[in-house]
């Protein structure tokens, strides 16, 4: 799956494609259905009403909310009731006027926007400018931030309007926006996995996104060797379950940034890496002691949080020196 038009975005070329809510000429039917999925809303077309057409996609995976919003004519939309959670647009083509409380941005496929929940709101999208638009849960959002900084939050969660698309940081977090989509499209979502990915895209974001944490975030305080045993510890006894490193963290009493500096330091890894690791360890003696004829390699992988086969395979031969397959019919 490449590029949408062109514009460098990781997403597949028809973002949700089995997730359709609505597809419709009606302006008011349109602004209803958008209303309850994102806030309520005012909608209005430009001039060329006559081409108006509204597809709206949208799914839910955890605190995330992922959709695809295309109007085909030029709109101007406005808000002033708050929301629950952020919302980041996306251009995929073509751009949008934002101005968001008192500031005001330019979006288009190099620069998405973060609007806050509590900041009134109005944007003209240009004609032919679908969005992918990710919402993302302000209380879960803030409860992941206590359990990374090891702290209460002594003040209110914000984010800076523009978002650089192109800078690593962000690219890093639509790399794992476009591994929520392809995990859509499949007919399976695995808890195991689906936990991991909503944190892992929680922590890339506020990485990637200027806010008021964005230096406390930078912080690595020293921590002891005892608390990454404790962690190993953990990880070891708990494999099975959809752990996130906010979780280990929050267990053994240290920040996330903490934890990852003492794992690096203690370890030379991440705690992700070596549940990674716990798990692959415990695949291969699954695989080795399973009987060929009644399981197979992607039902043992999947059910230890490894959706992608071809990924998994690349992990294990790498650990292992060969194929899971091979292992499964020895």
Not at 235 to 252: G, M, Q, R
Request: one cysteine or more; charged letters at 25%; hydrophobic letters at 40%.
């Amino acid at each position: 799956m490449g590029p949408v038009g062109g514009t460098g975005h990781p997403f597949p070329a028809a973002p949700l494609a089995y997730y359709e809510v609505i597809d419709t000429t009606d302006v008011e039917e349109a602004r209803l259905v958008g209303s309850r999925i994102f806030r309520n809303h005012q909608l209005q077309p430009d001039a060329d009403r006559s081409a108006f057409r509204a597809v709206l996609r949208s799914a839910v995976v955890g605190g995330l909310t992922l959709s695809y919003v295309d109007y085909r004519v030029g709109v101007r939309i406005s808000t002033t009731v708050p929301s629950s959670g952020f919302l980041v647009h996306i251009p995929l083509t073509g751009r949008a006027d934002i101005r968001c409380g008192r500031d005001t941005a330019i979006s288009d496929p190099a620069t998405a926007v973060v609007i806050d929940p509590s900041d009134h709101l109005d944007m003209t999208w240009s004609q032919e400018a679908p969005q992918l638009v990710v919402c993302i849960d302000r209380e879960r959002l803030e409860q992941h931030l206590r359990r990374t900084l090891g702290r209460t939050l002594d003040r209110p969660l914000r984010f800076g309007l523009g978002m650089d698309l192109k800078s690593a940081a962000a690219r890093a977090w639509l790399n794992i926006v476009d591994l929520l989509l392809r995990e859509l499209a499949t007919s399976a979502h695995e808890p195991l996995a689906v936990a991991e990915l909503e944190a892992l895209a929680f922590q890339r974001f506020l990485l990637a996104q200027p806010s008021t944490f964005s230096s406390a975030l930078s912080d690595e305080r020293p921590v002891a060797p005892r608390a990454i045993q404790k962690a190993m510890s953990l990880v070891e006894d708990h494999a099975t379950e959809p752990l996130t490193v906010e979780e280990i963290a929050e267990a053994v009493g240290v920040g996330v940034r903490s934890l990852q500096a003492g794992f690096r330091r203690f370890a030379d890894t991440t705690p992700m890496s070596y549940l990674r690791d716990v798990r692959l360890n415990r695949i291969h003696g699954e695989l080795r002691a399973a009987d060929p004829g009644s399981v197979s390699v992607t039902e043992v992988a999947a059910r230890w949080g490894f959706l992608h086969a071809g990924r998994f395979a690349v992990q294990y031969r790498e650990r292992f020196g060969e194929k899971p397959s091979t292992t499964l019919r020895r």
